[in-house]
């Protein structure tokens, strides 16, 4: 029997490519690009922000946490002069419904696993949760693309508000989080240009963190500062369990094994290693004791 909270950790790892689909894949930008939201961070901020409404930069930099205000200052509020909010909803829906019909025709499977996706999607807890509650708030879609697709972000949403509040009480949120998972296993220089800050500022914050013990001086993750990561993802892994306490292993491996084709397809639109620190997806038939799936990052 695995633990639920490990199950929940290795179910992560298949709506999280999903979800994913929408920040890499072609099809995702030109739906961007269509209501003429043509600059990358345009469609990430705007997209990833629009089920909250017409916000302005300061919550987003909140909520987001690890990126830089100046560049989501540069989107947000004034894209909503040029946007509305319907039509940011519609391009990302659109957007990620015809990748993953690209991806995955068999519209039968995407039928099954948006069904069963979306009803554990709608037992997400909300309450401290802003982009899970926005998100939770969104109409039904009819069609199974966009269906799954809004149920695997939801999901991924509540992991990640969960998320925010495990840096928060571990004292590593913001660019902290961002600079010790460069330690352990994102590539420093590309974090930091893909997150906005500048080589001074992430200098600036591998300082404080010295001075506080979670990195060495020579930069690398010190052992209170790996105690601090792995504190924070089981927290995480904790904060995700609510949608999922109902099911017992047998319908829990049902959904990994529906979900898994889907998101090994999914894979194929972003690299390993990724900026976004995905790791590889659970395979429930290989190894149905989730035994691949580490329960906090490690180094490759």
Not at 102 to 117: G, H, I, M, Q, Y
Not at 223 to 228: D, H, L, P
Not at 249 to 272: N, S
């Amino acid at each position: 029997m695995i633990e639920l909270e490990h199950h929940v950790r290795a179910l992560w790892t298949l709506f999280e490519p999903i979800h994913a689909v929408t920040y890499f894949s072609p099809e995702a930008r030109e739906a961007f690009a269509e209501i003429g939201l043509t600059r990358y961070w345009d469609g990430y901020f705007t997209g990833r922000a629009a089920p909250l409404g017409a916000v302005t930069a300061a919550p987003v930099v909140a909520i987001f946490s690890g990126f830089a205000p100046f560049l989501i200052n540069r989107v947000l509020p004034a894209v909503w002069s040029t946007v509305t909010v319907d039509r940011v909803l519609d391009a990302r829906s659109r957007g990620a419904a015809v990748t993953l019909r690209n991806l995955v025709p068999d519209e039968r499977s995407v039928t099954d696993a948006a069904d069963v996706l979306a009803e554990v999607a709608a037992d997400v807890d909300t309450i401290g949760r802003p982009l899970a509650a926005a998100n939770s708030d969104l109409p039904v879609e009819a069609d199974p693309y966009r269906r799954l697709w809004q149920a695997a972000a939801t999901l991924r949403e509540h992991r990640g508000d969960g998320h925010v509040i495990a840096l928060v009480e571990n004292g590593i949120a913001g660019i902290s989080s961002i600079v010790l998972r460069s330690a352990v296993d994102l590539d420093a220089t590309s974090v930091r240009k893909a997150r906005g800050w500048t080589e001074e500022e992430w200098a600036v914050e591998v300082e404080k963190l010295i001075t506080r013990g979670l990195l060495t001086r020579q930069g690398e993750i010190s052992e209170k500062g790996r105690t601090s990561v792995d504190r924070a993802e089981n927290m995480t892994n904790q904060l995700a369990l609510g949608p999922w306490r109902g099911l017992n292993d047998d319908e829990i491996a049902g959904i990994a094994r529906t979900l898994a084709p889907i998101a090994r397809a999914c894979q194929t639109v972003f690299p390993y290693p990724n900026p976004i620190g995905m790791p590889q997806s659970w395979d429930p038939d290989l190894d149905p004791w989730a035994s691949s799936v580490p329960t906090s990052p490690r180094a490759s």
